[in-house]
């Protein structure tokens, strides 16, 4: 069974935000193969010093897929 057909099984792709969401797996496993010198990996692990104000705090772009693959891997 490819990768995507095991996508295809947790998402179910039955509603955007399930389908925003399964791009979003995607991706991150695409750059997870990435060797570590290219350029979107190195965006995407990259860790910013120092702070800002701000009034709503936000999530990390990993912390989205991380709360995605724990909810629907959790489904099956």
């Known amino acids: 069974m ?6 295809e099984d947790i998402f179910q792709w039955d509603d955007t935000v ?8 995607r991706w991150f496993g695409h750059i997870e193969r990435l060797e570590s010198r290219r350029m979107p990996k190195e965006i995407a692990i990259i860790t910013m010093e120092g702070t800002r104000k701000r009034i709503i705090p936000y999530k990390m ?10 909810k629907y891997a959790g489904n099956k």
Request: charged share 30%; aromatic share 8%.
């Open 61 to 70: 772009w990993r912390d989205e897929v991380q709360e995605g693959l724990i």
């Open 18 to 25: 399930k389908l925003i969401e399964s791009f979003q797996v």
């Open 2 to 7: 490819s990768v995507n057909n095991k996508l």
